[in-house]
């Protein structure tokens, strides 16, 4: 017989040169959308983005909103010397606090 199953241990299965090799299967829970939208809510509360969705397992996506609404965020600290950024960055925080949750917890469920 070449592979014996327990009731509590991993599979077992005999190699091509009689060794035996033990099967282990990763059990991944599944992530929260609500759980990932707070972390995007939280945070962002105090402009920090993207923890959510790294949280919900895609780390590029939540390094890009972090960077790069931080790079929004200086550009719109420069236009508030002319004054146009005392409306574009609240505007462009709105728009983060409600885009950036969303994407998150639906990233979740798609999972």
Known sequence: ?????????????????????????????????????????????FQVFGIGHMYA???????????????LAFVNFLLCFVFIGFITWPLCWVA?????PLIAANTCKSR
């Open 57 to 71: 397992g895609n780390v590029v996506t939540g390094l890009l909103f972090m960077f790069g609404y931080w790079a």
């Open 1 to 45: 017989m070449d592979q014996t199953t327990h009731n509590n241990t991993p599979p077992v299965v005999t190699g091509p040169t009689g060794n035996v090799q033990q099967v282990h299967h990763y059990y991944h829970p599944h992530k929260s959308g609500g759980v990932a939208a707070l972390l995007e809510v939280i945070p962002g509360l």
């Open 96 to 100: 983060t606090m409600i885009i950036s």
